[in-house]
């Protein structure tokens, strides 16, 4: 799986509130999830993000609740992938669940700038800063993990029959 | 070989002799929880497995509890999905407004965990039942469908960081000030993907509310699970509330932790975290003025019946400072009861709070107690991010029944060793 797009940055423990704020939980509509995506983070984030755009973020991405409204939201947003220097236990199951793509690489999190463009490879676990020409190296993903990814789910691996 | 608790637990679940840290397993589950919030994402989820019924009613459970009773035609429609969703397959344990309580004080109290069970919950502080001596984790609407459907989960088996609790607390010092003291020590990420396991001979001091708020909070620390060692107090809990037969797993001497943390319970002070996070713990030695402008106590963290007792003794006799909001919300049904038969809700109400149906609604702010911009408010509850409890520009400031309700008293941010002496 390639991923390519440019980078939005945000930092340390990015929390499932600001994320997807509780009052707007009282729908599972992607699209309406979506259009609140990072409002108490960031009231621009819904307004600028692009098809296929990378979020990178500090530690402890997606902390505290288990609500899976949080990857639907940044994936029905259109990010494509998010590189963390870590993830927050359950925001990591639940984002390979949901099929939204995470990698956990603390020095292309640190580095790579807001704006940059951004090239990664996960199934061999190379991140390519394309705008500066850096290249990360990251553990690549588990065969399984692969497959549930590419068939946008956990729920559509099995419906699939590939895992 | 060596195991941790929570490692023992997962080796009976998955049929193994032994487990170690960092395998993949797929364990057996004893209840598969959700709520009004998590439970319409894994109902849909679940539809598209293509299943007729759910592994077993009597272990599929979904509590009503965030949003209700409805607080508005959206939540209504996500409770009327669980609702003809439980009807539909039958499940024995579904708790719908006049039988709810807040989940995680509910699940303990109906005895639907006992020690050395694995739960999987669709909320994160599934963590909770840990202070039963069960493994219980959060995990998402997915999980929690596949879990309905098939009675397991896969798990990475947590390496662990074990806390020896020695002492004793002091007067108004709970296990929420404890939990608050450690995550300030280790951070939000302390314990990332690990186990949280409380030992050691300070637990003979810990009610089963301390221990309950402790593993209520592991998730604030980033943890998989937090649990407790199983002793006479646990035991006793379990069998007044007519749990199954407990099994009871001990960390062998020899059990590999990452780390151990030396706690010492006698040292402990009222602790509040600062917003906007879990890990901002401060004591009250020079933290100058803080005006607040509500007060909540309840939540899955405090509701329970010892919380209340806290809060109106500090009450009791006094009145609310003026512009100070109090909200008291009893965790169960039963909760509210027992409140009322001691007098504990004519304390709060004479005291000039207002005292509602269990309901999670503030905590994160859904309703009943929503901040406005500027806003301070003291909560009981578990987490402070940006937002939590409203307006992006309100603030949140965790801490324990006796200083949520010390500060309802000045109307500041107060300890309540200071009320206590006035």
């Not at chain 2, 396991?197 to 309950?212: I, K, P, V």
């Not at chain 2, 996070?277 to 405090?302: K, M």
């Not at chain 2, 940006?386 to 949140?396: A, D, I, K, Q």
Request: proline fraction near 3%; aromatic fraction near 6%; include cysteine.
């Amino acid at each position: 799986m390639k991923y390519t797009g440019n980078v939005i940055k945000y930092g340390d423990n990015v929390d499932t509130d600001v994320i997807i704020p509780a009052r707007y939980l009282n729908t599972s509509d992607h699209k309406e999830l979506a259009s609140h995506c990072m409002e108490d983070l960031d009231s621009t984030f819904v307004s600028r993000v692009k098809q296929g755009d990378i979020i990178t973020a500090g530690l402890n991405f997606g902390c505290g609740s288990s609500r899976e409204h949080a990857p639907i939201a940044i994936k029905a947003s259109g990010v494509s992938l998010v590189i963390a220097k870590s993830f927050a236990r359950i925001f990591y199951r639940n984002a390979i669940n949901i099929g939204l793509a995470i990698v956990e690489c603390p020095a292309a999190a640190d580095e790579i700038s807001e704006g940059d463009t951004v090239e990664a490879d996960l199934d061999n676990g190379i991140i390519r800063n394309i705008t500066t020409g850096r290249e990360y190296k990251t553990a690549p993903f588990p065969v399984f993990v692969q497959k549930i990814i590419e068939n946008g789910g956990l729920m559509e691996a099995i419906a699939n029959g590939v895992i | 070989m060596a195991m941790t608790m929570t490692q023992k637990i997962l080796a009976a679940h998955s049929g193994r002799e032994s487990v170690s840290a960092g395998e993949l397993i797929l364990a057996d589950l004893d209840l598969v929880l959700g709520n009004d919030i998590t439970s319409p994402v894994a109902i849909k989820e679940f539809r598209r497995l293509g299943r007729d019924s759910v592994f077993d009613r009597d272990r599929v459970t979904m509590v009503m509890d965030h949003f209700v009773p409805n607080k508005d035609i959206k939540a209504a429609e996500q409770c009327k999905m669980c609702r003809d969703f439980c009807t539909e397959q039958n499940v024995t344990h579904f708790y719908d407004v006049g039988e709810m309580g807040i989940e995680h004080a509910l699940i303990p109290e109906k005895g639907l965990v006992t020690a050395g069970n694995a739960v999987i919950g669709a909320d994160s502080h599934t963590c909770t039942y840990g202070a039963l001596g069960a493994f219980s984790t959060g995990v998402g609407s997915t999980d929690m469908a596949c879990g309905m459907a098939t009675g397991k989960a896969w798990f990475k088996v947590p390496s662990a960081v074990k806390f020896d609790l020695t002492g004793k607390l002091r007067r108004y010092v709970s296990g929420k000030d404890v939990i608050l003291h450690i995550i300030g020590k280790i951070g939000v990420d302390g314990a990332l993907y690990r186990s949280m396991e409380f030992t050691g001979s300070g637990l003979a001091s810990l009610s089963m509310a301390d221990r309950f708020c402790m593993a209520n909070m592991a998730i604030e620390a980033g943890a998989k699970n937090g649990i407790f060692e199983v002793d006479e107090t646990a035991l006793g809990y379990m069998r007044g509330h007519g749990c199954a037969e407990p099994t009871v797993y001990k960390a062998n001497d020899d059990a590999e932790y990452d780390e151990v943390i030396n706690i010492d319970l006698s040292v402990i002070e009222p602790t509040v975290a600062f917003p906007h996070l879990p890990e901002n713990a401060r004591t009250f030695a020079g933290i100058g003025e803080v005006r607040i402008d509500q007060v909540v106590i309840g939540s899955c963290t405090n509701g329970r019946l010892e919380d209340l007792i806290a809060a109106a003794e500090i009450m009791k006799g006094r009145k609310a400072a003026k512009n100070v909001r109090v909200i008291v919300i009893p965790a169960t049904q039963k909760v509210y009861l027992d409140a009322m038969e001691m007098g504990l809700l004519r304390t709060f109400i004479e005291f000039g709070a207002v005292v509602s149906t269990p309901t999670c609604g503030p905590c994160l702010g859904g309703y009943m107690g929503i901040l406005a911009a500027g806003e301070r408010a003291v909560a009981t509850t578990n987490r402070n991010f940006v937002g939590r409890m409203g307006h992006p520009e309100s603030e949140v400031y965790l801490a324990s029944p006796a200083t949520a309700a010390a500060s309802a008293v000045t109307g500041r941010l107060t300890s309540p060793w200071e009320v206590a002496e006035l």
